[in-house]
T-cell receptor
Framework: NAGVTQTPKFQVLKTGQSMTLQCAQD?????MYWYRQDPGMGLRLIYY???????DKGEVPNGYNVSRLNKREFSLRLESAAPSQTSVYFC????????????FGDGTRLSIL | QKEVEQNSGPLSVPEGAIASLNCTYS??????FFWYRQYSGKSPELIMF????GDKEDGRFTAQLNKASQYVSLLIRDSQPSDSATYLC??????????FGKGTRLSVIA
């Protein structure tokens, strides 16, 4: 029972490079979320998907795009990485539509040079 | 902008004592309140939620909610060194996504 799986766990990028963070959940949850966590800043919502086929912006969406590929998968794309996007990224899911995240992935530690 | 405020800590308590973690929120219409625990280098985990005024107990944990004063607290009885972590308060209002506080770091000293 994997729960929420994020890949990769670590990544170093150069400014301007692009990459996609992958997230998959095996709990048949409706809602999925992408957060970033910076020192002293708590968790900030980037994008969320309340149900398959819908996505909405969160608090800090600039510089990111998302795709809810199916009910299981929710990916986060950085089109042109910037040093300000250096952070730890967490994917989360919830069986509630638009409710609070219940299960988090292990996180992706992303450094942009 | 809906805000959730927490003292960043660290809050240091001796083993066996009661740890009291506090959180205030700005949106008077907030309906649901959550506490997450995050160990260093790990992901958050949901440990408590409360919807109604008063106390809600789960093992050594008690969540307290006072909507009139717009605060929610988490009490940890018989604190253990394994309780040392950052505790995140989060608030849900209507159809808007959950808003997290910045967290309080708790250190339980053996």
């Amino acid at each position: 029972n994997a729960g929420v799986t994020q890949t990769p766990k670590f990544q170093v990028l150069k400014t301007g490079q692009s990459m996609t963070l992958q997230c998959a959940q095996d709990m048949n949850h409706n809602s999925m979320y992408w957060y970033r966590q910076d020192p002293g800043m708590g968790l900030r919502l980037i994008y969320y998907s309340a149900s398959e086929g819908t996505t909405d912006k969160g608090e800090v969406p600039n510089g990111y795009n998302v795709s809810r590929l199916n009910k299981r998968e929710f990916s986060l794309r950085l089109e042109s990485a910037a040093p300000s996007q250096t952070s730890v990224y967490f994917c989360a899911s919830s069986h509630l539509t638009g409710g609070q995240p219940q299960h988090f992935g292990d996180g992706t530690r992303l450094s942009i040079l | 902008q809906k805000e959730v405020e927490q003292n960043s800590g660290p809050l240091s308590v001796p083993e066996g004592a009661i740890a009291s973690l506090n959180c205030t929120y700005s949106d008077r219409g907030s309906q649901s309140f959550f506490w997450y625990r995050q160990y260093s280098g790990k992901s958050p985990e949901l440990i408590m939620f409360i919807y109604s005024n008063g106390d809600k107990e789960d093992g050594r944990f008690t969540a307290q909610l006072n909507k009139a004063s717009q605060y929610v607290s988490l009490l940890i009885r018989d604190s253990q060194p394994s309780d040392s972590a950052t505790y995140l308060c989060a608030v849900l209002s209507g159809n808007t996504p959950l808003v997290f506080g910045k967290g309080t770091r708790l250190s339980v000293i053996a």
